[in-house]
């Protein structure tokens, strides 16, 4: 079993940054961030394994920024240049890379708000 612990978000404006960190309780390969805006699906924001290989949603691809600490085993997502359009509910998640790229790995976050808003 993996506790995965985040924290940051908040609220922010348009065009502020935030960063967000997720603590794993154990060495874990693929790690990543998911998010659910209200009345939408959850979707994978962005990941990375720990050899450092990243994967970007299109949509914050050139504004966030996936990074990690292996000997932390912590993850993080710097997020720049925000637009109302990323106010959802991020998840830190984690597990099989082939799981975390689908539908999400095995072990989950509680989530942390995030709102662009002025």
């Known amino acids: 079993q993996v506790q995965l612990v985040e924290s940051g978000g908040g609220l922010v404006q348009p065009g502020g940054s935030l960063r967000l960190s997720c603590a794993a309780s154990?060495?874990?390969?693929?790690m990543g961030w998911y998010r659910q805006a209200p009345g939408k699906q959850r979707e994978l924001v962005a990941s990375?394994?720990?050899?450092?290989?990243?994967n970007y949603a299109d949509s914050v691809k050139g504004r966030f920024t996936i990074s990690r600490d292996n000997a932390k085993n912590t993850v993080y997502l710097q997020m720049n240049s925000l637009k109302p359009e990323d106010t959802a509910i991020y998840y830190c998640?984690?597990?099989?890379?082939?799981?975390?790229?689908?539908?999400?790995?095995?072990?989950w976050g509680q989530g942390t708000q995030v709102t662009v808003s002025s």
């Open positions: 990375i394994t720990r050899s450092g290989s990243t």
């Open positions: 154990k060495n874990i390969n693929a």
């Open positions: 998640n984690a597990g099989p890379l082939s799981s975390l790229l689908n539908r999400g790995g095995d072990y």
